[in-house]
């Protein structure tokens, strides 16, 4: 199993920028889908970003909303896996989680994949 934990959310204005780590411990971490999850105040739980385990092809899929706006990166060697928020809007504020998995790729966007949680991270966007 791989235990996740985030760090770096806060408060930032409209059209501003903000990344949040995942820092993972555990055995085989390149073993694992690294993902970023939000759940916005009142709304369930929704799929960000992924970063897919290196013998899944290691290639990085984004929900639409966050498209062109949001970057995951993963360093193998020290076990993080890195959110950069750009262009920040209100709608972007919620609690932010990662989550590891060794789903099928098919899958990699389903919270219910996810068995190892952190404690999540707050995004407030001012407008």
């Known amino acids: 199993q791989v235990q996740v934990a985030e760090s770096g959310g806060g408060v930032v204005e409209a059209g501003g920028s903000l990344t949040l780590s995942c820092a993972a411990a555990?055995?085989?971490?390149?073993?694992?889908?690294i993902a970023w999850f939000r759940q916005p105040p009142g709304k369930e739980r929704e799929f960000v970003a992924v970063?897919?385990?290196?013998?899944?092809?290691?290639?990085?899929y984004y929900d639409q909303s966050v498209e062109g706006r949001f970057t995951i990166s993963r360093d193998n060697a020290k076990r993080v896996v890195n959110l950069q928020m750009s262009s920040l809007k209100p709608e972007d504020t919620a609690v932010y989680y990662c989550?590891?998995?060794?789903?099928?790729?098919?899958?990699?966007?389903?919270?219910?994949?996810?068995?190892?949680w952190g404690q999540g991270t707050q995004v407030t966007v001012s407008s």
């Open positions: 555990g055995v085989n971490f390149r073993n694992y889908h």
């Open positions: 970063s897919s385990r290196p013998g899944s092809g290691g290639k990085s």
């Open positions: 989550a590891s998995s060794q789903a099928a790729l098919s899958a990699i966007r389903l919270s219910r994949m996810y068995y190892s």
